[in-house]
């Protein structure tokens, strides 16, 4: 339906350059196709959530969407500029916008470094703005934080899975980890594609590289 190899501006573009928003935001189903639970607020008060960016959203969603512990999961942009963007406007990459999974997850049954493991191990993350094939700014790496205890520990597991990466020739990592801004949706068809097309894309690759979290976190 949609060829996802191609290569895409690797600059994000000044406030100045970047396209204008969009008055609507996206339409879409607000319950997760695979599971039935929400994937828009409000959820049960003792879910958490986490943003993630690594690569094609298609497959990185299937990834966090199958972990136990996690609530629902839902595919959209953040780290840009533009309002409301839609995929076209991500793609030409004048938003700023990574392509980024939202995931709610109760910290009672999964940690918050379970999901960093399976964000570090199942990507590059020293790719700058690409990601496999993928080329572009909206294939970068990137962890946006939605509390203080969440940026201390993704900065801290950045540097401990840089030692990993050392010890098997990488370079350093380019994964942009700063706080959530603005969360958009995707649009529909996006979201929960791998379910909705059991064929359909997924670039996802990891180094090989094992994360060794702190116990004590």
Request: aromatic residues 12%.
């Amino acid at each position: 339906m949609f060829l996802k190899s191609f290569s895409r501006p690797t600059d994000i573009p000044g406030p100045d350059q970047a396209l204008p928003d969009r008055a609507n935001a996206m339409e879409f189903n607000p319950v997760h196709y695979v599971n039935g639970n929400p994937i828009v607020e409000p959820v049960p008060g003792h879910l958490q959530k986490a943003v993630f960016g690594l690569g094609c959203f298609w497959g990185a969603e299937r990834l966090f969407w199958e972990l136990p512990g996690v609530f629902s999961t839902a595919v959209g942009y953040a780290g840009g500029i533009t309002a409301n963007p839609t995929y076209e406007d991500v793609c030409s990459g004048m938003t700023g916008h990574t392509e980024v999974v939202l995931v709610y997850f109760d910290p009672a049954q999964i940690s918050y470094q379970a999901l960093l493991t399976a964000f570090w191990e199942s990507h590059d993350p020293t790719q700058g703005m690409r990601q496999g094939n993928d080329r572009g700014t909206q294939y970068r790496s990137a962890i946006y934080t939605c509390s203080e205890a969440q940026a201390e520990q993704a900065r801290a597991s950045q540097a401990r899975f840089q030692e990993a990466l050392d010890e098997q020739g990488y370079a350093a990592i380019t994964t942009e980890i700063v706080e959530l801004g603005e969360f958009y949706y995707a649009e529909d068809y996006h979201q929960q594609y791998l379910a909705k097309n059991p064929g359909g894309y997924c670039g996802l690759a990891g180094t090989g590289a094992c994360y060794r979290p702190e116990e004590a976190e």
